[in-house]
């Protein structure tokens, strides 16, 4: 879900927990889980990164856009 614009992470994961139609005492704890699961996802993947790269040093993934958020959900 990305356009010529680009839509930054934080606010497609606002989106998609308006779209989950959170009770609204929850709304800022699954902001930070939908978070904290997008900060593990990019750490998987710069360990992932670092296994297979010859000097064993992981570059971050780009999250540009919201797409990267959608994979994860």
């Not at 356009?3 to 994961?13: C, E, H, K, Q, R």
């Not at 978070?35 to 992932?48: G, M, S």
């Not at 296994?51 to 994860?72: H, I, M, Q, T, Y």
Request: charged share 25%; hydrophobic share 50%; proline share 8%.
């Amino acid at each position: 879900m990305s356009n010529a614009l680009g839509i930054s992470p934080p606010v497609m994961i606002n989106r998609i927990v308006d779209r989950l139609a959170t009770p609204p005492g929850a709304e800022l704890a699954k902001v930070a889980m939908l978070r904290a699961r997008l900060e593990t996802a990019v750490q998987e993947k710069i360990a992932e990164s670092a296994a297979v790269s010859p000097d064993g040093k992981g570059e971050a993934p780009v999250v540009d856009n919201g797409a990267a958020v959608d994979r994860l959900i």
